[in-house]
């Protein structure tokens, strides 16, 4: 089987993270990690088009 | 040249175009402009869900096209397997943010439940095809996954004609029947927002919210919203 | 208003749009998303860990392969006892009055002995010593059978306890490293012996993944339900599950092989298994798709469910969100 080579190896046994009787992989905390500093930075970071936004507001757009 | 219709109204073919119509207008089927206050990164995550469906529609075909055993022994077919995987990893991520965006802003208001509504469902139906999906790998994975996941099905019945074990069967829910519920309930949910357009922010002003609660004009799809296409464009 | 309506004040918008291209907000996801997808096949690539096969199985752990053909030849694997959808030898899992396991039915027969040992023995072609153990074992009434099976199965369950529990082995059992034969002084076995020794012989040769899959007489199978239960009834599976923290208690629903991401969204299926009372119930599996059945349908009903659809507006989140709005207005 022809295979190109990942740069990073990820074909081994997965390392954990344990709290209680919470047991994780690490590339599962990792991925569900993501997902709130992502949710929190979609709802904070601006979005553009504030400009054109504000025109029309004005009345510059469609009413 | 075609001839003049005798009676327009019993016809189903006028029937379904006027009230598809009516519904969705073509402006309101694909309008131009948005509210001013859909201001927000939380507002791609729909549309990001959507484009990882495309993407993992788009891969699923060129594995389908080679069929089930070819990503096993070339690396071209690793390579497409490995985006089908990444993608549905990104499709339930961008659902998951979607989700909760659409949970802080309540966007059922409004005579908005039909879209929470097949919005939650296709999140269910998506498990499901995942899960067939996984078991249709033919390596380790999917004996395991399947030598476990059937227990849980069993236990409630359903192995009884949903047999995980089964590759052939697991094989057509995922590549075919899966797709079209997951597709059919994305497209109900997307036309759904269209026809009632995105929800309003919350009336922060509780005297404005008062007097316009006893307006008369509550509920029902709103209008279609303006073009601006003569207007203002980015 | 409609069912699916919930009342609110919500009013249409009567304000200001702005221009917004849907369309090409849809192409340039599709190609964020292919981008990422691509980028992160090019770093990390995805799994790919072969099968585990019968053959294997025999060669590698010879003695957990022959107690369990021990165990479906005298009914008592946990296929041979699963109830529904395989056969009637168990109820299978309830709850409370629910038997939904029972009352779906049997939709997918199986009989172990038959068609984990005998059948495939059957085919054995020019082995006059086995074709005559076979035939004097199916001619046998069933209480013989059940008595040399035991016989058979006894010594192996005990080796194979002894193994788990790090005990001294006990004698009755042998395994040749080199050959991976396993022998069972079992006094009483009649000819499951001989049936036996054959039985794993047509295993190490590979013979016995296809003979399972087409045993239904079909050249053209996709159902590899008879093998993948037969092989889940031994070992190997698991101890290379648990290699791989695929188990159960090991969170294993939510985890794929390797250090991949998994399923990460199955984490609430996954965390009833570790806690009372569905870690220990025999039930565990109907209790929990019954409590992940509820708030599956409360997750579909949220806009409709006092109190919970209330939250966004006690917990202004949405004052982050739209903002722009607010400071507009």
């Given amino acids: ?63 | 040249m075609s001839a003049p219709p005798t009676n327009p109204s019993k016809s189903w073919t006028v029937k379904v175009r006027e009230k598809g119509v009516e519904a969705l207008p073509p402006e309101r089927l694909l309008p131009d402009g948005q509210p001013t206050y859909v201001a927000s990164w939380i507002y791609v995550f729909g549309v990001a869900s959507i484009a990882s469906l495309i993407v993992i529609i788009g891969s699923g075909c060129i594995l389908a096209l080679k069929g089930p055993a070819w990503w096993h022994f070339t690396g071209v077919g690793h390579f497409f397997n490995s985006i089908h995987m990444w993608s549905v990893e990104l499709f339930f991520f961008a659902m998951v943010v979607h989700l909760w965006g659409k949970y802080w802003m309540a966007s059922w208001r409004g005579g908005r439940g039909r879209v929470w509504v097949t919005g939650a469902i296709t999140f269910l139906v998506a498990v499901p095809a995942a899960l067939t999906g996984y078991v249709s790998q033919q390596n380790f994975d999917a004996q395991w996954i399947s030598t476990q996941a059937k227990d849980g099905l069993n236990s409630v019945g359903v192995g009884a004609f949903f047999n995980v074990t089964n590759f052939g069967q697991m094989y057509s829910y995922h590549i075919l029947l899966l797709p079209i519920a997951v597709v059919g309930l994305v497209s109900a949910h997307v036309l759904l927002v269209r026809r009632n357009g995105v929800v309003p922010p919350f009336e922060i002003d509780t005297k404005k919210a008062a007097i316009a609660a006893t307006s008369p004009d509550r509920g029902g799809p709103p209008p279609p919203p303006p073009s601006t296409a003569t207007g203002a464009q980015s | 208003m409609s069912f699916l309506r919930p009342k609110d004040d919500t009013q249409p918008w009567k304000g200001r749009y702005q221009p917004y291209d849907l369309i090409k907000e849809l192409c340039i996801a599709v190609g964020v998303i292919g981008l990422l997808a691509v980028a992160l096949t090019v770093l990390f690539s995805s799994p790919d860990d072969k099968s585990s096969t019968i053959s294997q199985w025999s060669h590698e752990l010879p003695a957990d392969f022959a107690t369990a053909a021990a165990k479906e030849l005298d009914e008592t694997s946990d296929t041979a006892a699963y109830g529904p959808p395989y056969n009637h030898n168990g109820e299978g899992q309830h709850a409370a009055f629910l038997y939904p396991q029972k009352w779906l039915g049997v939709s997918h027969p199986i009989n172990t002995a038959a068609d984990f040992v005998i059948k495939p023995l059957e085919t054995v072609p020019n082995d006059a010593a086995l074709q005559s153990a076979v035939a004097e074992y199916k001619a046998a009434p069933e209480k013989q059978k059940k008595e040399w099976s035991e016989a058979y199965a006894k010594p192996l369950e005990e080796y194979s306890t002894a193994v788990e529990e790090k005990k001294t082995l006990p004698s009755t059992v042998s395994v040749d490293p080199s050959t991976g034969t396993v022998t069972v002084k079992a006094s009483g076995a009649g000819p499951v012996g001989t049936m036996m020794t054959s039985l794993q012989s047509l295993a190490q040769s590979g013979g016995l993944e296809g003979g399972l899959v087409t045993s239904s007489g079909q050249f053209f199978q996709t159902d590899y339900t008879k093998p993948l239960l037969f092989m889940a009834d031994g070992g190997l599976l698991a101890k290379r599950a648990e290699g791989l923290h695929l188990l159960g208690e090991q969170w294993g629903m939510m985890n794929e092989t390797g250090s991949f991401p998994g399923q990460p969204w199955l984490w609430l299926y996954a965390l009833w298994y570790q806690v009372e009372p569905f870690k220990s119930s025999e039930n565990a599996d109907v209790l929990v798709m019954l409590v992940m059945g509820v708030l599956s349908l409360a997750f579909v009903c949220i806009p409709f469910i006092p109190g919970i659809n209330r939250l966004p507006r006690k917990i202004p989140i949405y004052k982050l969100i739209w903002r722009e709005h607010y400071r507009a207005s």
């Fill in chain 1, 1 to 63: 089987m022809s295979m190109a080579a990942a740069i990073v190896n990820l074909n081994h046994p997965a390392h954990t993270v344990d709290w209680g009787f919470i047991h994780l992989s690490v590339a599962n905390v990792v991925v569900i990690g993501l997902m709130f500093v992502v949710f929190f930075a979609a709802i904070l970071l601006p979005f553009p088009g504030a400009a054109e936004r504000a025109a029309a507001r004005r009345g510059g757009g469609a009413s």
